[in-house]
């Protein structure tokens, strides 16, 4: 191991060309470290080893007197520190020049430094923050020498936060993110522990594929050839597909995936998903492996039992309940449909849609105040005022209707419902003052999409009270199974789908299977209707991953293709090797994707899958530190047959 290393020197005037040239020239190996500060024995080494070199970081310092000198080593892993003592007496075997130059390095300078260890008197108790003292123990210096400086121009004190242009600095400075990423490791590493007891096989699949609609945009790298380009893989689909055509029966990897989407806290271009895929099963089998995955997860890193089995609940279900494909089941506010109950001159004022759907919901306060009312109403007040309030109230169907229950007004203050539903929803909701009444109307077709307007303002409303106090923190763990999904969905100008003309995109993607032999019948008959073999796992409204079982008949898979999706000839045929590897005789397969990243978030409680990742995109798809996307030269266009367009 080499690196260019200078030592500090009591003074040197020699010229800085001089100078230069010599550090230039002065690539050597630097010492070797023979205990790590790390190391649980580094207190109760015996005295014939206690001679001893360590790596690390410059921390903090004390200077008593001029021959006095205490300086903190950090840990390389930043996680342990062990007192340095320097003193400008010269040791046997010690550096003269080490007291002075010990003292001339910055705070951050990564060191080798030599010592003696000694015992040292304890301390007292101190607040040691996220590094761990060791205070048994010191060193006496016998030299040091600096492996590289810390510049005078990066300010760096315990308060100084560093922006994502500086990354590796955030990474160094902020403890918790670099716990984030020693915890996804060991994740990571109990998951592939367990997973080849399971039997399954980690297998690479290739980065640079081919363009084809399975649903999401897509990235593309050209090349010299012209007019040909790879893209990079929504995911490892096809590929793992194969495999199960292939006589590999159980698949896995952490997957790099790619995909050209618009940017969320829970989204990046670029992810990682745990892929795995088994061969001769069916739903069932996967959701159990994948459940006794989860389990394992939880009760060796959270210390967490969760329920065995998981439950279940239908994308329907979920839907009308929750107005969300994805519910956190754990605060309750279930969803219901009154529009039996109100008068129809009222829903005629709420909304401008013929015969809608009217659904409502309760939102229960925790805080005990004198003038509870006012500060609802002003909470109220102060949501819809807000940015985030005001796309609900410009909600085309109609704005939501809330209403304070008062048991000082007439109905509790619900009058505007008239009697017999303000009576009912007593009943219904079991109404207590203080509650938030909100209703909303939409249209009476069936449900498609991720979330209703009322589901989405189900969790605007509760995590606005939940900042501002109103309500207790939810806790816990809720897993859940959506399964049921329609197998196809209409067709979206947003997202790209499969690009067929019936007006209809395979829900998820389309290879899922229709999951009963109904449904096949169905395919003849209203597509719409049609229901997939398809499972979400979501746990506390957090979707981690889906999966499905997969068509594996040849004729079945271009029949949705061509007849139902009505993609082109030419669409058709960017799927012609997975068409051939199922005629070949592939068994019966499914398989699921987990986000790593999201599960990693969710274990450690982070609401940003940026926290958890060394190397996040910012919210406009860009890397601040290496300066990515970076624009094409012109000799770089005319390589691969590029052109920018106006």
């Not at 903190?72 to 075997?93: C, E, F, M, N, Y």
């Not at 016998?142 to 308060?159: C, G, K, M, R």
């Not at 529009?339 to 659904?359: A, W």
């Not at 807000?386 to 000082?408: A, H, R």
Request: proline share 7%.
């Amino acid at each position: 191991m080499k690196i260019a290393c200078f030592t500090a020197k009591p003074s040197d005037d020699r010229p800085a060309g001089q100078r230069m040239n010599e550090q230039n020239h002065q690539e050597v190996d630097f010492p070797q470290e023979t205990q790590s500060i790390t190391h649980p024995s580094i207190s109760s080494l015996p005295n014939d080893e206690r001679t001893v070199t360590v790596h690390g970081y410059l921390g903090a310092s004390a200077s008593l007197s001029k021959n006095l000198y205490f300086v903190q080593l950090v840990s390389k892993d930043r996680a342990r520190t062990i007192q340095v003592v320097s003193s400008s007496r010269t040791l046997k075997d010690g550096d003269a020049f080490a007291h002075e130059s010990i003292r001339k390095l910055r705070m951050h300078t990564p060191v080798a430094v030599r010592g003696l260890l000694r015992e040292r008197k304890q301390p007292p108790d101190q607040e040691g923050g996220s590094i761990e003292k060791i205070e048994d123990v010191e060193l006496d210096l016998l030299s040091v020498q600096a492996l590289n400086e810390f510049p005078s121009d990066i300010i760096a004190t315990p308060e100084t936060l560093f922006g994502p242009e500086q990354r590796h600095l955030q990474l160094r400075a902020e403890a918790e993110l670099r716990k984030a990423l020693y915890y996804r490791s060991e994740v990571g590493l109990t998951l592939r522990s367990k997973l080849h007891d399971l039997d399954f096989v980690e297998i690479e699949t290739p980065l640079l594929f081919k363009s084809t609609p399975e649903g999401a945009r897509e990235f593309f790298v050209p090349t010299r050839r012209k007019g040909l380009a790879y893209a990079l893989p929504q995911s490892p689909q096809q590929f793992k597909q194969i495999l199960m055509g292939s006589g590999i029966p159980k698949y896995y990897q952490f997957a790099r995936c790619f995909r050209d989407e618009d940017l969320r806290a829970d989204r990046q271009p670029e992810f990682t998903q745990l892929d795995l895929e088994m061969s001769f099963v069916g739903a069932d089998q996967v959701t159990g492996t994948i459940e006794e995955l989860i389990r394992c997860l939880w009760l060796k890193h959270l210390g967490t039992h969760l329920p065995d089995p998981f439950p279940r609940m239908s994308y329907e279900a979920a839907m009308s309940l929750y107005g969300s494909d994805k519910p956190d089941t754990r605060f309750g506010m279930q969803i219901s449909r009154i529009e039996y109950l109100l008068p129809g001159d009222l829903i005629s004022k709420i909304t401008p849609l013929q015969h809608p759907v009217v659904e409502a919901f309760v939102l229960r306060f925790d805080f005990v105040s004198s003038n509870r009312a006012s500060t609802i109403r002003n909470f109220i007040t102060s949501f819809l005022d807000s940015t985030e309030g005001s796309s609900f109230v410009s909600n085309p169907d109609g704005g939501p209707g809330i209403f304070v229950v008062d048991s000082k007004k007439p109905l509790q203050g619900l009058q505007a419902l008239g009697f017999e539903a303000a009576e009912r929803l007593e009943d219904m909701f079991h109404i207590e003052d203080g509650d938030l009444v909100v209703i909303q109307a939409r249209a009476n077709r069936p449900h498609s999409g991720g979330s209703t307007s009322l589901g989405s303002l189900r969790l605007a409303l509760h995590a606005s009270a939940l900042k501002a106090g109103y309500i207790t923190p939810t806790t816990g763990f809720a897993p859940l199974w959506i399964t049921d999904f329609p197998l196809f969905s209409p067709a979206s100008e947003t997202e790209p789908g499969q690009g067929g003309s019936a007006g209809l995109a395979a829900t998820h993607h389309p290879f899922t299977s229709p999951k009963t032999p109904s449904d096949v019948d169905m395919l003849i008959v209203d597509p719409s209707k049609v229901i997939g073999d398809h499972y979400d796992l979501v746990i506390n409204g957090i979707e981690l991953g889906g999966g499905s079982r997969r068509i594996h008949i040849a004729e079945m898979q271009a029949f949705i293709m061509r007849d139902i999706l009505k993609m082109s000839p030419e669409r058709l045929a960017e799927f012609s090797h997975l068409l051939g590897v199922l005629r070949a005789g592939c068994p019966p397969h499914a398989g699921i994707a987990l986000g790593f990243d999201r599960l990693i978030a969710l274990m450690l409680g982070k609401s940003s899958v940026r926290d958890v990742m060394a190397f996040p995109k910012s919210g406009k798809g860009e890397d601040p530190l290496v300066k990515s996307p970076g624009p094409l030269s012109d000799e770089s266009l005319k390589t691969y047959f590029l052109q920018i367009r106006p």
